[in-house]
């Protein structure tokens, strides 16, 4: 057979496979103080901390009086909205207000289990919403289960409709997780080539000065720009297991997070993960300083804001001060009856100051409808004066 007359070879057949399914994410929103919402009026809502879920900022919106005037705040209003930029966001909804009395008895809204029915829903732009304008009749909520210490719970599930289309491939080369981490630990556990000592409080470090100096400036400076020939070098300012810890770092580029949460002190200034904070500074290790201070983070609260302000203005830890003076500022008269504000009046006066000018800003950004700020000057009064604030007890809510 001639050139010309041979049967071509079929391709092989090939496949695709589409595969839509959803994106889920939860977000618990706890709304205490529900009796001061009441009377901020019809159309006016409590919003929740932004929430990512599939790619999308999302909120949860509760309207204490309502979100319909035709209602005349019968009824709260409870619903799901899109924050961030998008179009034609396809998504599944749940809405629980959960029961405080033990009893399980949770009242649901559930877009999941009728999707088979009416299909996700479409928010078209930011801002749109997904709810229940008639969520709950405000007089039998006052009397119910789900009501408890003035405080309510909703927990809200989102859904993110996504589709991809997947091909196989005949062949694939998995590509192994990057270890250089593990292999410069080795190195500094096992010794070898070290040629520096540090004795910090009696006890000795072995390490190797190019690493050191490649990872900070600061040891770069101290071994190579100054001439420094010491193979022992004792460090007077830092505790042993802070030097060690800061010592893993600069090898593995890691830190252990469970050793530095757990601590038995009674203060944050003792704790581990404080005081790797400021061995961060001084070395300037920046990554590991941003380490720390989203550590520290985690533990702000009314009681320990002040001291954790301190701590992070010493250190020059300026994300986690301003989250600091932010918290502050919105939780200004229960931050004042605090021991951690008292720490501050005594050892960081400065600092009050700041929390002033944060409290101004703050307020500059609320809505001055409804009357305003008679409360924060008042409380803004007795910070300035050394006041106890007896009077404006009150944690103030964003609406």
């Known amino acids: 057979m001639s050139e010309t007359n041979k049967i071509p070879v079929p391709d092989p057949p090939t496949s695709s496979r589409s595969v839509t399914e959803t994106v ?19 159309g ?66 559930s877009h999941f289990d009728r999707a088979l ?18 969520f709950y009749r405000r007089a039998l909520l006052e ?18 409709v996504v589709s991809a289309t997947h091909c196989p491939r005949l062949h694939s080369i998995q590509v192994p997780e990057s270890d250089i981490g593990s292999n410069f630990g080795m190195l500094l556990d096992n010794m070898e ?25 600061v040891f770069r400076s101290n071994f190579f720009d100054q001439d420094e020939d010491d193979h022992e070098i004792v460090i007077t300012d830092m505790e042993p297991r802070v ?15 469970d050793e530095l949460a757990a601590s038995s002190e009674s203060h944050v200034a003792d704790t581990l993960s404080a005081k790797l904070l400021a061995a961060a ?13 989203s550590l520290i983070c985690k533990d702000i609260s009314v009681n320990s804001v002040g001291r954790i302000l301190a701590i992070a203005d010493t250190n020059h830890a300026m994300e986690l001060k301003a989250i600091c003076l932010r918290f502050a500022s919105e939780n200004l008269a229960a931050v004042m009856q605090s021991d951690g504000f008292e720490y501050l009046k005594t050892n960081h006066p400065s600092l009050q100051s700041e929390i002033l000018k944060t409290v101004a800003s703050c307020e500059d950004g609320y809505s001055s409808g409804g009357g305003g700020g008679g409360e924060t000057e008042t409380v803004c009064a007795q910070l300035s004066d050394g006041g106890d604030a007896n009077n404006s007890r009150r944690v103030r809510q964003r609406t």
């Open 117 to 134: 029915e009416s299909g996700p829903y479409t928010l078209k732009y930011r801002g749109s919403m997904w709810g229940y304008k008639r």
């Open 44 to 109: 006016k809502h409590i919003a929740s901390d932004s929430f990512n879920v599939g790619g999308y900022q999302w909120a949860v919106y509760f309207y204490p009086d309502g979100k319909n005037p035709e209602d005349n705040s019968t009824y709260v209003s409870l619903f799901i909205a899109l924050t961030s930029e998008g179009s034609d966001v396809r998504a599944l909804f749940e809405l629980t207000l959960m029961d405080q009395s033990g009893k399980g008895k949770h009242k649901v809204h």
């Open 193 to 217: 080539g070290s040629d520096v000592i540090f004795n910090v409080a009696g006890e000795t470090f072995h390490a190797h000065k190019l690493v050191l100096a490649t990872r900070s400036h």
């Open 143 to 160: 009397t119910s289960d789900y009501l408890k210490d003035d405080c309510l719970k909703v927990n809200c599930t989102v859904g993110v």
């Open 281 to 293: 500074d001084e070395y300037d290790l920046c990554r590991l300083k941003r380490m720390c201070e």
């Open 243 to 257: 030097f060690k810890a800061m010592l893993h770092f600069i090898y593995s580029d890691e830190i252990n997070e």
């Open 24 to 42: 889920n994410g939860s977000h618990q929103f706890i709304i205490q103080g529900y009796s001061l919402g009441k009377g901020m009026g019809i």
